[in-house]
């Protein structure tokens, strides 16, 4: 008879004495330590969403696109031809603050699992990280880490990076976030859904071995918060192999391409526990594991350390046995450990077996949906404000020189270039890439068509910490407006959504808030959310981060050729501002940077105007009228004109008409611009300051390009939409004017060396 | 009398990951075909050019190239190379020919010690082989490098005869064609980005011309005057044949 266990040992698991009166209550007397093992994971923060589950129901999960909401390993979405593309984002935040290569590599790899596990080929990947400010070494070493880590597993992996986004805050510094994103092509009618299904059948192991490594890894850490036993969490942390996950890739897909498996689940946070219990749920059948025939790493670990471990590139499969042999001789080809481990059962329980013994026996769709439900009573908090900010002269005395409070700006870690970190990803391999990093979007074709798909994050921490409603709502409308800006159709969301600890009612708060946010603008924008994680406990010493709901959009093109980038392409060319003429001090860049604050309220995004603005623009970028179109976000107006300008010639150049443009992708050679910005007076929240027309931030607003000569019929297309003429492109000089009188001229070249100026940051 | 497509033979090796983007590649060429060749073959299938692609063979977590020289599909590579067959190693299959020995000198990390992916201009220093008879010489070729060990060294007495042999191929230059502080994203010996043997059928390279063959996506068309001169040069060794 197996060791029987105590409540004692469910309060050092992380239960509560409620959860483990209602195990004993399930498995009608007190469990076996197995038993307890597996409830105490399932029923972690992490594998059960206990706090999340009750709010996330909010959200809009389906539409017409839609072939698979959240639920799976990833949302999948119609993209036309019989295309469709699989999406998941997750976090790997309390690894990767304990060890930022290993703890990234992982994450990686762990998502990307999550992709090809349902059939799909993963064809991009994204990563939105986020650390304390740059002056500490300690940040600069998590940076470092985090991108070599990511850069190690993705480039061995063939996956192209292409795109992401990464800022800093003090708030992040005792825990950083790292969440991945990728996304994979599937034919629509090849998708496989990780459930157990026909008596009998194998329950097969596919990769490498297990170990002790990760016991308790991703599901632990990220089930709590930070303290000073940091370090002493090292060893929960998993160490990656990208090579066999490349062979993993290969192997499974073909596994699934000749239909040679019933369905397949990775094995992620809490490992075979997790996988086994959800696949066997998920199907109504019961599953018998055999512990003892798992191959190990090392001889002596027992069942419990075997049913945890949370060893990477692993794989379970249900096969059938006429099939087997042929599974076996895939993975045998690609050099892959397969191992039958178990069998699909009537029983409807899951049991683990030890040498015969059985060691536990679960009910598993009880494990699966009894797992408790905690909603915290909320309690706004103190720091929230109703009001903006009043800009005095005295608490915001305006600068003197304007052309060096935008060079500032640019040379501000969160706006400057981030080329340091996306060269070292490779972001063309797989031949999709049109768009590279560095744009508004990533853009991939799809071979053999015409078609593309584009993707965006996004997510101002900053804004959602002022007003998480208003500011997670402004992240999902920036993502689509930056897959407008590219010319795709936004069709889906999926989001990481990051918060400090649950238990407390102002996290709580800033969570309800922020899930009402993205599902208004995912209703109003037509982008339903279809896969996603949660992590909570992201403080450290009871400091928690800034509420991060992270945004990752799906956006699709009919036609790929159709897509434009923010690069000012040809002198002479008009531009032109579409959209709120609007410019808030409250929680932008030029607060932090030129005075210190993060404080106000910042504005809340106007979705009709919104909606209208993304579908004329597209209208616009369709009928091939636009030179160019690019989101103004962090910096507001002026930092957004200068980024057109340092893209004119800092760019991949296969984008320009001009063929010696595209063959030396204008190095150093930019474009400059003249542009009025009218009166300060009639931009809203500027209060009658040229600096915060200039600097100031609003949601809603693109700055385009378009041939002189086509002003006319753009103007037919954007009908009645807010817009204003700026000025030209033109010379080699951004200038600035406000009524004719000028505000600043700086060379171009001299933004551009602000711009890519972070190197010097991290040396 | 249009000729039969020239035979591609692109290399697989676990961990190969720019093997199906060659492939692609030369399915762009109306007058060519390709088809895969698994590391644990040793038939050829007859092809007429064999590609060694990039990624990270057998997880490269020995020295680059190191282990995948020891394929039984090498074996076959590096007797069709000394028979005179074209092979050309693209990144991590530049790697391995020089692990095998069948390209001079070596490949070490990048001075910059982090992978790097980046737009490079190549400048053509010779057009007398099967790899670049399609170019000027001089010409420039805007291609992309992705590599963490792509830092080209050689001792000197061999670099000597290597340009006494004009077997430099292809060099890091800036957009005006100059070797140029900045260029060379590698810190490779004297801005080399691509040697061939003295024989001229063995081309390595450190760029990815496969992933520069088609308008409309971001890598451009400049790779393509590569795969092209070595569609001619078979088709002109088929002529002479005939």
């Excluded at chain 1, 994450?107 to 699992?113: F, K, L, S």
């Excluded at chain 2, 502080?181 to 059928?201: K, M, S, T, Y």
Aim: glycine share 10%; aromatic share 6%; proline share 5%.
């Amino acid at each position: 008879m197996s060791r029987r266990a105590t409540l004692d040992a469910a309060i050092k698991l992380g239960l509560t004495a409620d959860e483990y009166a209602h195990i004993c209550e399930i498995q009608g007397g007190e469990p076996t330590y197995v038993e307890l093992a597996i409830y105490s994971l399932m029923w972690s923060e992490h594998c059960s969403y206990k706090h999340s589950r009750p709010v996330l129901s909010r959200f809009p999960t389906s539409g017409p696109r839609i072939l698979q909401g959240p639920g799976e390993n990833a949302g999948i979405i119609d993209v036309g031809d019989g295309w469709a593309v699989a999406m998941k984002v997750e976090s790997h935040n309390h690894p990767s603050a304990v060890e930022p290569f290993q703890g990234a590599a992982t994450g990686v790899g762990g998502i990307v699992r999550d992709i090809f596990t349902m059939g799909a080929r993963p064809c991009v990947s994204m990563d939105s990280l986020r650390f304390g400010e740059l002056t500490e070494p300690r940040q600069r070493f998590l940076l470092d880490g985090v991108v070599g880590g990511i850069a190690h597993y993705g480039n061995c992996l063939g996956i192209p990076t292409i795109g992401g986004e990464i800022y800093f805050e003090p708030s992040y510094e005792g825990n950083c976030l790292v969440n991945a994103m990728s996304a994979g092509m599937i034919r629509s009618d090849g998708i496989v859904r990780a459930i157990a299904s026909g008596v009998g059948n194998h329950v097969v192991l596919i990769g490498s071995k297990t170990g002790r490594d990760g016991i308790g890894g991703a599901s632990v850490l990220a089930s709590q918060e930070f303290d000073e036993t940091l370090e002493e969490k090292r060893p929960s942390v998993q160490v990656g192999d990208p090579f066999t996950e490349k062979k993993l890739i290969e192997a499974c897909l073909e596994l699934i391409h000749r239909k040679l498996v019933v369905s397949m689940q990775d094995l992620g946070a809490a490992g075979l526990t997790s996988s086994s219990s959800e696949m066997s749920s998920k199907g109504f059948v019961g599953l018998d594991i055999h512990a003892d025939r798992v191959p190990l790493r090392e001889a002596d670990m027992e069942p419990w350390e075997i049913m945890i471990s949370e060893s990477q590139e692993r794989m379970l499969a249900i096969v059938t046995d006429e099939q087997i042999a042929d599974v076996r001789e895939v993975c045998e080809r690609w050099d892959l450990d397969c191992t039958v481990i178990g069998a699909v059962t009537d029983s409807k329980m899951l049991r683990i077996w030890w040498h015969g013994e059985r060691v536990a026996n679960i009910p598993a769709r009880r494990l699966a949906d009894e797992s408790p439900v905690i909603r915290t009573p909320s309690v706004k908090p103190d720091y929230i404000v109703d009001e903006p900010v009043a800009v005095d002269d005295t608490g915001y005395p305006p600068p003197k020189d304007l052309g060096a409070a935008l060079t500032q700006l640019l040379a501000a870690p969160n706006i400057a270039s981030k080329r340091w970190a996306w060269e070292q990803y490779d972001y063309i391999v797989q031949a999709n890439t049109v768009q590279i990093p560095g744009s508004d979007a990533a853009v991939l074709r799809i071979k053999d068509t015409d078609r593309g798909i584009a993707f965006s994050n996004d997510c101002n921490g900053r804004h959602c910490y002022l007003d998480p409603y208003r500011g997670a709502k402004a992240a999902v409308a920036e993502a689509a407006r930056n897959l407008a800006c590219a010319g795709a159709l936004p069709v889906a969301v999926t989001d990481c959504l990051n918060f400090g600890n649950p238990e407390k009612g102002e996290i709580y708060w800033q969570f309800e808030q922020a899930v009402e946010g993205i599902a208004e603008a995912c209703e109003a924008l037509d982008t339903p959310v279809v896969s996603g994680n949660v992590s909570f406990y992201n403080e450290s010493f009871g400091q928690a981060i800034y509420p991060t709901p992270m945004i990752g959009m799906l956006g699709v093109y009919d036609d790929v050729s159709l897509h434009i980038d923010g690069a000012f392409k040809g002198e002479g060319d008009v531009i032109v501002l579409l959209g709120a003429e609007a410019a808030w001090m409250d929680g932008s860049e030029y607060q932090k940077i030129a005075y210190g604050k993060v404080e106000g309220r910042v504005p809340d995004v106007d979705l009709k105007l919104e909606v209208e603005m993304q579908h004329k623009l597209r209208a616009a970028i369709e009928a091939r009228l636009l030179r160019s179109a690019h989101d103004c976000a962090e910096g507001g107006l002026a930092v957004a004109l200068a980024e057109c300008c340092i893209a004119s010639g800092s760019t991949g150049g296969a984008q320009f008409e001009d063929p010696e443009a595209q063959r030396s992708g204008r190095d150093g050679r930019w474009l400059g611009a003249d542009v009025d910005l009218g009166s300060a007076a009639s931009v809203a929240g500027a209060a009658g300051r040229p600096d915060l027309a200039l600097f100031g931030e609003a949601p809603t607003r693109v700055i385009v390009t378009v041939a002189p000569e086509l002003l006319g019929p753009l103007d037919e297309v954007l009908g009645g939409l807010p817009q204003r003429v700026l000025g030209r492109v033109t010379g080699s000089n951004l200038r600035c004017t406000m009524e004719g009188k000028e505000l600043f001229t700086v060379e171009v070249g001299e933004l551009h060396s602000a711009y890519e100026s972070l190197p010097q940051r991290l040396a | 009398m249009r000729s039969a497509p020239v035979r591609f033979g692109v290399v697989v090796f676990p961990g190969s990951n720019c093997d199906a983007d060659s492939y692609h590649a030369v399915s762009t060429f109306p007058g060519a075909s390709a088809q895969y060749l698994w590391h644990k073959d040793t038939d050829l299938k007859d092809v007429q050019a064999v590609i060694l692609p990039g990624g990270f063979s057998y997880g490269d977590y020995l020295r680059c190239g190191a282990i995948a020289r020891f394929s039984p599909i090498m074996q076959s590579v590096i007797d069709f190379a000394e028979s005179g067959g074209l092979v050309m190693g693209i990144c991590n299959g530049f790697q391995t020919l020089v692990e095998a020995g069948l390209l001079p000198g070596g490949l070490i990390r990048n001075t910059g010690l982090k992978f790097v992916c980046r737009y490079v201009n190549l400048r053509v220093e010779t057009t007398d082989t099967p790899f670049t008879g399609a170019c000027e010489k001089g010409e420039l070729l805007r291609i992309v490098v992705k590599h963490n060990e792509g830092n080209y060294t050689v001792d000197a007495d061999t670099l000597s005869s290597m340009k006494a042999n004009d077997q430099i191929v292809l060099r890091y230059v800036d957009a005006a064609g100059e070797q140029a502080e900045g260029a060379n994203p590698n810190g490779a010996l004297d801005d080399i980005a691509g040697v061939c043997n003295e024989a001229r059928n063995v081309f390595g390279m450190m760029p990815h011309p496969e992933n520069s063959v088609e308008a409309g996506l971001a890598g451009g068309t400049d790779g393509r005057k590569l795969f092209q001169s070595i569609i001619d040069a078979v088709l002109r060794t088929a002529e002479v044949r005939s």
